[in-house]
């Protein structure tokens, strides 16, 4: 069986893992959509909340963001170091040989300071957007998933975030909704995070020989 271009199972695995799926969705507050006989069916989800919330996608986060923070730490070593070659610098003439050879110290301390920073900054800002891409992957899969087993036509985007009268971005984030109101019942994002839960723990399980 694969799931977003891993094999993680295969014979007796696949119909373990897809009954587990079936019954980590059972009870997510669509059954009475899942119960229409006729028309079109319709769920939501916020996926802001997944992101901010699946404790997985939130440790691959972390992760990235202590990594930029270590790199922080580093860099004040660096520029500490660059400080202390240009206040060196002045102790020379300028003009002189011990001038020119500081100089070209500090122009190349100050060069490769700029590339490392650069370099290390594009390092961690393609790895954060690799967490949200392959993340976004992973719930478009299981929207996907449960919009077929309720048989249910379109999922829409919403925003479960309380407006803050106090925080101006807030009060515009909640004004500028599409949804403005929808039953607790057509709410699928509780489900789509427990096929997170379900999907990832089999993909990070190691396959079983086939004998």
């Given amino acids: 069986m694969r799931f977003f271009g891993k094999t993680v199972c295969?014979?007796?695995?696949?119909?373990?893992?897809?009954?587990?799926?079936?019954?980590?969705?059972?009870?997510?507050?669509?059954?009475?959509?899942?119960?229409?006989?006729?028309?079109?069916?319709?769920?939501?989800?916020?996926v802001a909340y997944i992101f901010k919330n699946h404790s997985a996608i939130k440790a691959e986060v972390a992760k990235v963001?202590?990594?930029?923070?270590?790199?922080?730490?580093?860099l004040t070593g660096k520029r500490e170091e660059l400080q202390q070659a240009a206040a060196e610098l002045k102790a020379f003439k300028p003009g002189s040989a011990e001038y020119a050879d500081a100089e070209e110290k500090v122009?190349?301390?100050?060069?490769?300071?700029?590339?490392?920073?650069?370099?290390?900054?594009k390092e961690l800002s393609d790895a954060e957007a690799k967490i949200y891409f392959e993340n976004y992957q992973r719930i478009a899969e299981g929207v996907k998933f449960l919009a077929n087993h309720y048989k249910i036509n379109l999922v829409l985007r919403y925003n479960s975030e309380e407006m803050n009268l106090e925080q101006g971005e807030s009060v515009i984030r909640g004004v500028m909704k599409n949804i403005v109101y929808h039953d607790d019942s057509l709410d699928m994002t509780k489900g789509v995070m427990q096929y997170l839960d379900q999907t990832m723990r089999t993909a990070a399980a190691p396959a079983k020989p086939v004998r």
Avoid: N, P, Y
């Fill in 10 to 46: 295969s014979g007796r695995q696949v119909l373990v893992a897809t009954a587990a799926l079936c019954a980590a969705v059972s009870g997510i507050g669509l059954t009475s959509t899942a119960r229409a006989d006729d028309g079109h069916k319709v769920a939501v989800i916020d």
């Fill in 107 to 121: 122009a190349g301390m100050e060069s490769r300071l700029r590339l490392d920073m650069a370099r290390k900054r």
């Fill in 65 to 74: 963001e202590a990594e930029l923070k270590s790199f922080d730490s580093e």
